[in-house]
């Protein structure tokens, strides 16, 4: 069975700090998608990046950058620098491909507060 | 947020009484689906479909029904609202390929007194 877990509920940084957020998944399928999807207080969703179980590479976007370790099950997400604007809940999620792609299954979300 | 619109956007209902939530898409895609969010609780799959006329359940599909008689339009109905069905509810929808990105509509934020 699939399943995603974000274990900080909440995180409280001061702005210009670096911050990590996990994510731990399982999966008996060997090919897999992970996802990070942001929701700012406004409420929307927001998708971020897509990784496939076949590419671990680290990926870098400005002050975000992810680190995806299948030896670990863990997909982290750290952003360089924090801002205000960064205050959100983040969400990881999994889809497994033996599913045809149509269930991705979410965390619970770790929420992020960047003070000033 | 990628032409997808829900509507309404806030509802309240009395327990027992009956609603339908509206998702509509501008980008052709195949696959559309209802969440519901709840604190601490991430998003839950309620029900799915993967082409016009097809539906299928997802995590917690009780209390809820759903069709998609036309490929642009997805919607969620509760026919007897109760209490455990505040929530906020989102639509998203999905390009064909598997583990392709989803888009999301703005929600709606139902209440049931």
């Known amino acids: 069975a699939q399943k995603v877990t974000q274990a900080q509920t909440e995180i409280s940084v001061v702005e210009k700090e670096d911050v990590t957020l996990d994510c731990v998944y399982e999966t008996r399928d060997t090919t897999y998608y992970l996802f990070w999807y942001k929701q700012p207080p406004s409420g929307e969703l927001v998708f971020l990046i897509r990784?496939?179980?076949?590419?671990?590479q680290n990926e870098i976007s400005g002050r975000y950058s992810w680190n995806f370790q299948k030896s670990t099950s863990s997909f982290n997400f750290t952003i360089t620098a924090s801002q205000v604007v960064d205050s959100a809940v983040y969400f990881c999620a999994l889809s497994e491909a033996g599913t045809g792609g149509f269930k991705t299954i979410f965390g619970a979300g770790t929420r992020l507060f960047v003070k000033a | 947020n990628a032409g997808v619109t829900q509507t309404p956007k806030f509802r309240v209902l009395k327990t027992g009484q009956s609603m339908t939530l509206l998702c509509a898409q501008d980008m052709n895609h195949e696959y559309m689906y209802w969440y519901r969010q709840d604190p601490g609780m991430g998003l839950r799959l309620i029900h799915y479909s993967v082409g016009e006329g097809t539906t299928a359940k997802g995590e917690v599909p009780d209390g809820y029904n759903v069709s998609r008689l036309k490929k642009q339009n997805f919607l969620l109905g509760l026919e007897s609202a109760a209490p455990s069905q505040t929530s906020v509810y989102f639509c998203?929808?999905?390009?064909?390929?598997?583990?392709?990105?989803?888009?999301f509509g703005p929600g709606t934020r139902l209440t049931v007194t």
């Open positions: 998203a929808i999905q390009g064909s390929g598997s583990g392709a990105e989803q888009y």
């Open positions: 990784r496939n179980s076949f590419d671990e």
